[in-house]
């Protein structure tokens, strides 16, 4: 953003929730007081909670409040899809992101990880007096949620249903879409959920263990969070790994500022982030180069011995019916559209917890208004691409070519090192979302293809 001098003011003014975020407050008033009125509008006031508890807590709309106002996707991740048999945009129904699926992180260290941050959270609030079993009871939760998305992370099955009204998806989503203009769901509408088998087990999960445990796991990602806002924070580096999708201790607080704000305004970001892309080459070049990639990757299909004929022209297709989005989704570009969106994020708040909340609840909701091909789900950091389902599309950012921001036009900043090989893997995994499709001409995995990948693999 500082080195975009086009952006309009009201644009330059969100650097100031960056110097929110490095600088703080930490007096009383100005952290302490809006994370308990945060704790309060999830309805987790007095957290840590300890029974007796009424059995008929709405955990679910707390979980749907706090993705929505922070990001947590404690349960279930949230975006639109388009419907597989009609391309109608409906609600998506996704995991979350797990401490385990960090890189480097295995299901010991996230056990690790959760320990340590809620033994943290407690201290933060001088609370680590509560019983120790309240503290192993959400680690055992969180363990049992790990396992389950280490188990059902790898699973592309996807299910399109409608949910009972009184159901605890149905109670989630329509708290997370509450006030949303158009919503694509409603009470009788259908929902795209993947990974069935995943959705069932976390929802027997939550309804057979007891609400204030459930509510304390709330509360500890409610406080991780937040660390960012919080003062001498032992938080922060579960927060940082998180943020950095690695291990991560000791980040400089500016660098791990950038990434808070970018989550709670990433469009913004994205649109900052292509502002010199112009030094580079033409945003057609990078169009054309991943273009160019993907003709290659069939090339070299083509002419593999591992696959027949009718698997040849499977992949020749689904390769060639892909959206293959380069560097940004379509609506950014728009300059009207986008600054209506910068137009209405809201003004900065007098601390920046409050701040980042209001900012990053307008960025959720606005997602939820565009349609499914319009859709960008990762960070600006990013540095590889990904594959999604619903509408077929690839996402190739900017970092995917290694470029770095060009202080000096004379600086050549961009390589192509590894572009080939993250592109050329994430139209595999695109295929292998194929495997089962129920298009026979898009079947590519047949049995002549499966059983000389056999004898190939027993060969080496």
Same mark, same amino acid.
Request: proline fraction near 5%.
């Given at each position: 953003?500082?080195?975009?001098?086009?952006?309009?003011?009201?644009?330059?003014?969100?650097?100031?929730?960056?110097?929110?975020?490095?600088?703080?407050?930490?007096?009383?008033?100005?952290?302490?007081?809006?994370?308990?009125?945060?704790?309060?509008?999830?309805?987790?006031?007095?957290?840590?909670?300890?029974?007796?508890?009424?059995?008929?807590?709405?955990?679910?709309?707390?979980?749907?409040?706090?993705?929505?106002?922070?990001?947590?996707?404690?349960?279930?991740?949230?975006?639109?899809?388009?419907?597989?048999?009609?391309?109608?945009?409906?609600?998506?129904?996704?995991?979350?992101?797990?401490?385990?699926?960090?890189?480097?992180?295995?299901?010991?260290?996230?056990?690790?990880?959760?320990?340590?941050?809620?033994?943290?959270?407690?201290?933060?609030?001088?609370?680590?007096?509560?019983?120790?079993?309240?503290?192993?009871?959400?680690?055992?939760?969180?363990?049992?949620?790990?396992?389950?998305?280490?188990?059902?992370?790898?699973?592309?099955?996807?299910?399109?249903?409608?949910?009972?009204?009184?159901?605890?998806?149905?109670?989630?989503?329509?708290?997370?879409?509450?006030?949303?203009?158009?919503?694509?769901?409603?009470?009788?509408?259908?929902?795209?959920?993947?990974?069935?088998?995943?959705?069932?087990?976390?929802?027997?999960?939550?309804?057979?263990?007891?609400?204030?445990?459930?509510?304390?796991?709330?509360?500890?990602?409610?406080?991780?969070?937040?660390?960012?806002?919080?003062?001498? *924070?032992? =938080?922060?580096?579960?927060?940082? !790994?998180? @943020?950095?999708?690695?291990? %991560?201790? /000791?980040?400089? $607080? #500016?660098?791990?500022?950038?990434?808070?704000?970018?989550?709670?305004?990433?469009?913004?970001?994205?649109?900052?982030?292509?502002?010199?892309?112009?030094?580079?080459?033409?945003?057609?070049?990078?169009?054309?180069?991943?273009?160019?990639?993907?003709?290659?990757?069939?090339?070299?299909?083509?002419?593999?011995?591992?696959?027949?004929?009718?698997?040849?022209?499977?992949?020749?297709?689904?390769?060639?019916?892909?959206?293959?989005?380069?560097?940004?989704?379509?609506?950014?570009?728009?300059?009207?559209?986008?600054?209506?969106?910068?137009?209405?994020?809201?003004?900065?708040?007098?601390?920046?917890?409050? *701040?980042? =909340?209001?900012?990053?609840?307008? !960025?959720? @909701?606005?997602?939820?208004? %565009?349609? /499914?091909?319009? $859709? #960008?789900?990762?960070?600006?950091?990013?540095?590889?691409?990904?594959?999604?389902?619903?509408?077929?599309?690839?996402?190739?950012?900017?970092?995917?070519?290694?470029?770095?921001?060009?202080?000096?036009?004379?600086?050549?900043?961009?390589?192509?090192?590894?572009?080939?090989?993250?592109?050329?893997?994430?139209?595999?995994?695109?295929?292998?979302?194929?495997?089962?499709?129920?298009?026979?001409?898009?079947?590519?995995?047949?049995?002549?293809?499966?059983?000389?990948?056999?004898?190939?693999?027993?060969?080496?």
């Amino acid at each position: 953003m500082n080195q975009d001098k086009k952006l309009d003011k009201k644009t330059l003014a969100m650097r100031g929730l960056v110097d929110q975020c490095v600088t703080g407050n930490h007096t009383k008033e100005k952290v302490w007081n809006p994370l308990l009125e945060l704790m309060a509008s999830l309805s987790l006031e007095g957290f840590p909670l300890t029974p007796p508890v009424r059995k008929d807590l709405p955990v679910w709309k707390m979980a749907a409040k706090l993705l929505r106002k922070t990001g947590v996707a404690a349960f279930f991740s949230v975006t639109v899809s388009s419907h597989p048999y009609n391309s109608k945009d409906i609600a998506s129904l996704g995991l979350p992101k797990a401490l385990s699926s960090i890189e480097g992180i295995d299901i010991r260290d996230a056990i690790q990880m959760y320990s340590s941050a809620t033994f943290a959270s407690l201290k933060a609030l001088k609370k680590d007096f509560i019983p120790p079993v309240h503290r192993l009871n959400v680690v055992r939760f969180a363990t049992e949620l790990e396992r389950l998305y280490q188990l059902y992370s790898g699973d592309r099955s996807f299910q399109i249903s409608k949910l009972a009204y009184i159901s605890p998806a149905n109670e989630f989503l329509r708290e997370v879409f509450d006030g949303v203009p158009h919503s694509v769901f409603s009470q009788d509408s259908e929902v795209y959920i993947q990974s069935p088998y995943f959705f069932s087990n976390v929802v027997g999960l939550v309804q057979k263990t007891a609400p204030h445990t459930v509510m304390n796991f709330l509360g500890v990602w409610t406080m991780i969070q937040m660390s960012p806002f919080l003062p001498q *924070s032992d =938080l922060l580096d579960v927060y940082s !790994s998180i @943020l950095y999708s690695a291990p %991560r201790t /000791s980040v400089p $607080r #500016w660098k791990l500022c950038l990434r808070t704000v970018e989550k709670a305004i990433p469009s913004l970001f994205l649109r900052s982030s292509l502002a010199d892309i112009d030094l580079h080459g033409s945003a057609a070049r990078f169009t054309e180069l991943v273009s160019e990639m993907a003709q290659e990757f069939i090339r070299g299909t083509d002419t593999a011995a591992l696959f027949s004929d009718s698997s040849k022209a499977a992949i020749r297709s689904i390769i060639n019916n892909t959206d293959f989005k380069v560097l940004s989704t379509s609506w950014i570009k728009d300059n009207d559209r986008f600054n209506d969106y910068v137009g209405a994020i809201p003004i900065l708040r007098s601390n920046g917890l409050d *701040s980042y =909340l209001a900012a990053h609840e307008h !960025s959720f @909701l606005a997602g939820l208004t %565009r349609s /499914s091909s319009e $859709r #960008w789900s990762q960070s600006t950091f990013s540095t590889n691409c990904w594959s999604e389902r619903g509408p077929r599309t690839i996402y190739i950012p900017m970092l995917v070519f290694n470029i770095t921001l060009a202080f000096a036009k004379n600086i050549n900043a961009f390589q192509l090192a590894r572009a080939g090989v993250r592109i050329g893997r994430c139209i595999f995994d695109m295929l292998l979302s194929e495997i089962n499709s129920a298009d026979p001409s898009q079947q590519w995995l047949d049995e002549d293809a499966r059983s000389v990948g056999v004898f190939v693999i027993n060969q080496c």
